[in-house]
């Protein structure tokens, strides 16, 4: 079993759910019935919630999809959801906080990208998707060598932190948003 | 980086808000205060026409990190005078006072402007941009960004382009500056 988990507010402004049931649409017309996705979040918007429980009837995925309806630290999170994958929205290379933190806090953690327009950017992590497609693929990836790819998405998640913590200059930089116009050494 | 305390008085910053939910724009709130804290500098974080107690309140609480919840529109509560005293007090204080006490004023999400742009008056405010186009069409009013001094903080490069765009249509006066988004130790 392949145990996805999204955190996000269910709400008109992150409304990129659609694909994600779509994706698991497409697993089970391949035969793959053993993904679940957990959306982690307050609902915000009924109309969208609605709206994702009848796309996932119409696709023949409601029993793969729950919600927790409200949201909830990470740090309070079940040990069975903490080990399964979290899919963040991204804006091409760009990842929020939840992604961030989902990372800092040792998650496995799935970039996807969400934004078709930048779908064609090159893409050098494991863990970026650009698409629908390659959301697929990964997951079908993990499915066959799983303990593979866990290492592969460690790895990346990593890198990632890293380039997000701040050095020097990006540490004086800030400073020069906070104190503009005072001398920072 | 950290700025060298100066004796006996503490450089202080203002972010504003509209909430201290579980959420993006809430952790950068977070992530600002604690870099601001870290380099000997008192952040207040001032939370706009909601009174309601929010994730974050305990977690500021903890750290020592001041909330204030106040109005500073629409302030007439004849059957709560106490909070219409508060409301007026920081009405004063952030229209006259603003650019004595504070270095430098963050708002935080362009759609909460229109809190703090004819009402907080300081010649440093940063209006940090924390969503993309793919999130909803940019629609703010020109005024938002008529002052010259003030300054739009991108937290992605994809928002540039997208600016770009809207500054075809929409004539932009401010600084614009790039920060990425940033995780303290």
């Given at each position: 079993m392949i145990n996805l988990n999204v955190v996000s507010r269910i709400a008109e402004d992150k409304n990129f759910f659609p694909s994600l049931i779509e994706v698991l649409h497409t697993l089970k017309n391949e035969g793959i019935t053993d993904v679940s996705i957990l959306f982690i979040g307050a609902i915000y918007s009924q109309r969208v919630y609605q709206n994702m429980l009848k796309l996932a009837d119409k696709l023949g995925v409601s029993s793969n999809i729950s919600f927790t309806k409200t949201s909830i630290p990470f740090q309070e999170l079940n040990a069975e959801v903490k080990n399964g994958y979290f899919i963040n929205f991204t804006i091409g290379q760009f990842t929020g906080f939840s992604g961030l933190e989902g990372i800092r806090n040792g998650l496995k953690t799935i970039l996807y990208n969400v934004d078709d327009a930048l779908e064609n950017e090159p893409s050098t992590?494991?863990?970026?998707?650009?698409n629908t497609a390659e959301l697929v693929a990964l997951i079908k990836a993990i499915r066959v060598d799983q303990s593979k790819l866990d290492e592969e998405i460690k790895y990346c998640n990593q890198e990632l932190i890293n380039q997000l913590t701040l050095d020097s200059s990006s540490a004086k930089k800030l400073l020069g948003l906070l104190l503009p116009g005072k001398s920072v050494n | 980086m950290r700025l060298k305390p100066s004796k006996g008085f503490m450089r202080k910053i203002l972010i504003v808000n509209g909430l201290l939910v579980m959420g993006g724009a809430e952790k950068l709130i977070y992530e600002l205060a604690a870099f601001a804290q870290k380099n000997n500098i008192k952040p207040t974080v001032l939370i706009l026409e909601n009174y309601q107690k929010e994730y974050y309140d305990d977690i500021f609480k903890q750290k020592r990190i001041k909330v204030v919840r106040t109005r500073?529109?629409?302030?007439?509560?004849f059957r709560s005078p106490i909070r219409m005293c508060r409301s007026l007090y920081w009405l004063f204080k952030l229209k006259f006072l603003a650019n004595s006490i504070y270095d430098s004023v963050h708002v935080i999400g362009?759609?909460?402007?229109y809190r703090a742009k004819d009402t907080i008056i300081h010649k440093h405010r940063f209006f940090w941009h924390i969503t993309n186009t793919i999130q909803g069409t940019y629609n703010f009013p020109e005024s938002y960004f008529d002052n010259p001094e003030d300054t739009i903080v991108y937290i992605n490069p994809y928002q540039e382009a997208e600016f770009s765009d809207y500054e075809k249509s929409t004539p932009i006066k401010c600084k614009k500056v790039l920060f990425k988004l940033f995780l303290n130790d």
């Open positions: 992590s494991v863990t970026h998707c650009r | 500073l529109t629409a302030i007439k509560n362009l759609y909460n402007i």
